[in-house]
């Protein structure tokens, strides 16, 4: 069947609503130490999901476990697509990750022959439609994650797992670049788990918000405001506090502290 275009103009194959994961039990230790502890998680297809926790917190290695880079040394993590193959994961980094010798246009392609229009299509959607022959050098660090981007949605991933893509952009494109991917998820549904430091990032995009802490889930909250304007509203306010209050040591209990 031949894509469907949505009106961003990014190609959708169809009936792809996202994987879902389960995670029984997943456990994950370096030496003798344990940095994920008998972890039990449900996230449903299509939902988009943030991790949150303290520097340390097992976050990445979650993630790597999810995309089968990493074994866990206890339990299962299993993956469900829609349909009888195993799901595609992408991932996608705090650093772009692009090849410097290869074009913004090559760079989506790499590694797949031919569907140049769909990576031009991708490229068009995330606003880079004139870019596509330019070098990874002469692009801003925000037009380089919209390549990363657009190279990752290529695959048609059912589920994309992103580590921090925004952590090294400036506070305006890094919002710009929120909208971005709030939106390309809103046109092709799939599962997204984003593991930030950002409390406002994670509230303002996510179905359901995880803290990591101990090396379990500490807190797991369902967001239910509506999406487009999160910002600045009543219970996101008072959300963020609570997240911070788990998340930031209180100063009395920092060292040094009178
Ligand atoms: N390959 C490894 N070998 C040994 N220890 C590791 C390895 N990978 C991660 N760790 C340790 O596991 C712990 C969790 O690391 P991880 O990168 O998952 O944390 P994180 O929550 O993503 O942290 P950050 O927010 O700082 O990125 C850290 O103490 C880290 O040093």
Do not use: C
């Not at 246009?105 to 590694?111: A, F, K, P, R």
């Not at 949605?153 to 090294?168: R, V």
């Not at 305006?172 to 950002?198: G, K, Y």
């Not at 909250?221 to 506090?241: Q, T």
């Amino acid at each position: 069947m031949a894509p469907q275009l949505p009106p961003s103009g990014v190609p959708v194959t169809p009936d792809r609503a996202g994987a879902r994961l389960s995670l029984e039990g997943v456990g994950r230790r370096y030496g003798d130490r344990w940095v994920l502890k008998d972890l039990d998680l449900e996230v449903e297809p299509g939902s988009f999901v943030s991790f949150l926790g303290p520097s340390g917190a097992g976050k990445s290695t979650l993630l790597r476990i999810v995309a089968g880079l990493e074994q866990p040394s206890s339990g299962t993590a299993r993956l469900h697509g829609s349909g009888p193959r195993p799901p595609m994961a992408r991932m996608m980094f705090q650093e772009d990750r692009l090849l410097p010798w290869r074009s913004a246009e090559d760079n989506v392609l790499l590694g797949v022959r031919g569907r140049r229009e769909e990576a031009r299509a991708l490229l068009d959607a995330v606003g880079l439609a004139d870019r596509g022959d330019a070098w990874p050098s002469a692009l801003s660090g925000g037009q380089r994650q919209r390549v990363a981007l657009a190279r990752a949605l290529l695959h048609h991933p059912e589920l994309l797992l992103l580590d921090e893509p925004f952590g090294a952009l400036d506070a305006i494109t890094r919002i710009a670049m929120q909208r971005l991917l709030e939106r390309m998820w809103l046109d092709q549904p799939r599962t997204v788990l984003l593991v930030t430091h950002d409390v406002e990032e994670a509230l303002v995009l996510s179905d359901r918000v995880l803290v990591l802490a101990d090396g379990s889930v500490g807190r797991d909250l369902s967001i239910d405001l509506p999406r487009g304007d999160r910002r600045g509203h009543p219970r996101l306010v008072s959300w963020k506090e609570e997240l911070l209050s788990d998340l930031v040591e209180p100063a009395s209990a920092a060292p040094g502290a009178a």
